[in-house]
């Protein structure tokens, strides 16, 4: 069965530092990843999503990440943290198998002015 | 467009009431899934649908029970509330396999 693990409850930064909240799968193939943002009181949206081809993808406000199958991993990064960046962060996975997204517990962004 | 419609956003039930928190998608996708939210878990699968007529339990599906009569609307019914029911319930869908889930604002419940 396809898991995600996100090893960080809470991560805090300053303004204007850089940023990079793990994430780790559990898959035999590639799987389709994602990772979306919650900010307080509203749903997920997508920040940006991997199917296949070039394994660093840009996705929406400003952030990366970068899949490396080696290391199983699918780790967000920002260059430099806004305070508008403060929300909650999920990794999901959704194997090529199973139509069903499977989410990390997600990591809590704090920002420091 | 809407997108995914939940309601209510916000309601408080008595142990043993019932209530049907409601779903509809203007995006016409198949997949439609129930999450529940609690602080530090994640999000966990409590009924999906792959289409109208066709359900299945997720992760965390006892005290709930779902239907499926159209494409657009996936309601979630809780029969018997139990405080061990407290949490944010979000209803998602995607298109297919591998796709983007939409996702509603949330229904924050709290059973009392």
């Known amino acids: 069965a396809q898991s995600v693990t996100q090893p960080d409850i809470h991560i805090t930064v300053s303004e204007g530092a850089s940023l990079e909240l793990r994430c780790n799968y559990s898959y035999g193939a590639t799987p389709y990843l994602f990772w979306y943002v919650q900010s307080p009181g509203q749903g997920l949206q997508l920040l940006l999503k991997y199917f296949s081809g070039d394994t660093l993808v840009q996705g929406i406000k400003g952030f990366e990440a970068e899949f490396k199958r080696s290391q199983s991993s699918f780790n967000l990064r920002k260059p430099s943290v806004h305070w508008s960046d403060a929300a909650e962060y999920f990794c999901?996975?959704?194997?090529?198998?199973?139509?069903?997204?499977?989410f990390g517990r997600g990591t809590s962004l704090i920002v420091h002015p | 467009n809407a997108g995914v419609t939940q309601t209510p956003k916000f309601r408080i039930l008595k142990i043993g009431q019932s209530m049907t928190l409601q779903c509809t998608q203007d995006m016409n996708h198949n997949y439609m899934y129930w999450y529940r939210q609690d602080p530090g878990m994640g999000l966990k699968l409590i009924y999906y649908s792959v289409g109208a007529g066709i359900t299945d339990k997720g992760e965390v599906p006892n005290g709930y029970n779902v239907s499926r009569s159209t494409t657009e609307d996936f309601p979630l019914r809780l029969e018997l509330a139990a405080p061990s029911q407290t949490s944010v319930y979000f209803c998602?869908?995607?298109?297919?396999?591998?796709?983007?889930?939409?996702f509603g604002q949330g229904t924050r419940l709290t059973v009392v």
């Open positions: 998602a869908s995607t298109q297919g396999i591998g796709t983007e889930a939409f």
């Open positions: 999901a996975v959704a194997s090529g198998g199973s139509y069903i997204p499977t």
